[in-house]
T-cell receptor, first 114, second 114 residues
Framework: GEDVEQSLFLSVREGDSSVINCTYT??????LYWYKQEPGAGLQLLTY?????DMKQDQRLTVLLNKKDKHLSLRIADTQTGDSAIYFC??????????????FGTGTRLLVSP | DAGVIQSPRHEVTEMGQEVTLRCKPI?????LFWYRQTMMRGLELLIY????????DSGMPEDRFSAKMPNASFSTLKIQPSEPRDSAVYFC????????????FGEGSRLTVL
């Protein structure tokens, strides 16, 4: 079935590292994604990782992928108050039409305190 | 470059009324998606268009919901008659290719049905 799970809430202090975790279900997912949603706004793609990679680093963001356990994580180094938002992981499921359907997780609300 | 534009941003209506939500995708993007976001169900894909043609509408909750894309620069999502349980934020997103999970979201239309 389609079930992408995340913890609901994470609170950190400014300057600390944040780690947001996600478990997904479809082992054939080609790509896995992290999206960010700020208050009153739509989702914005942060980063993605190809399924044959273990790790991807992009400035303060590090994505780790454990395909065996179907576990994905997003680490934000030196977390800032501007990083406060809801973070969604998403797995891509290829449909018969060739369409990549994104299945989103429940979202993790990150709160960064000064 | 303008992003995905949705209107209205907020709509409050009474049960039984018709609601029409509008979306202008990013120019050149040939895939368009309608999502619904609620606290209880998270993000749900309602319908997906590719080159103005509906490809997958399996997420449309019931016959009260309909979506059209008469041309490459405009789409509507209509609810008739509306019910209180339709209250949600409705997002439109576009993508340059149907085989990518890189979606560009609008800011959403918050619908409240009394």
């Amino acid at each position: 079935g389609e079930d992408v799970e995340q913890s609901l809430f994470l609170s950190v202090r400014e300057g600390d590292s944040s780690v947001i975790n996600c478990t997904y279900t479809d082992s054939s997912s080609t790509y896995l994604y992290w999206y960010k949603q700020e208050p009153g706004a739509g989702l914005q793609l942060l980063t993605y990782i190809f399924s044959n990679m273990d790790m991807k680093q992009d400035q303060r963001l590090t994505v780790l992928l454990n395909k065996k356990d179907k576990h994905l994580s997003l680490r934000i180094a030196d977390t800032q108050t501007g990083d406060s938002a809801i973070y969604f992981c998403a797995e891509s499921m290829r449909m018969n039409t060739g369409f990549q359907k994104l299945v989103f997780g429940t979202g993790t609300r990150l709160l960064v305190s000064p | 470059d303008a992003g995905v534009i949705q209107s209205p941003r907020h709509e409050v209506t009474e049960m039984g009324q018709e609601v029409t939500l509008r979306c202008k995708p990013i120019s050149g993007h040939n895939s368009l998606f309608w999502y619904r976001q609620t606290m209880m169900r998270g993000l749900e894909l309602l319908i997906y268009f590719n080159n103005n043609v509906p490809i997958d509408d399996s997420g449309m909750p019931e016959d009260r919901f309909s979506a059209k894309m008469p041309n490459a620069s405009f789409s509507t999502l209509k609810i008739q008659p509306s019910e209180p349980r339709d209250s949600a934020v409705y997002f439109c997103a576009s993508s340059p290719r149907q085989t990518t999970g890189e979606l560009f979201f609008g800011e959403g239309s918050r619908l409240t049905v009394l």
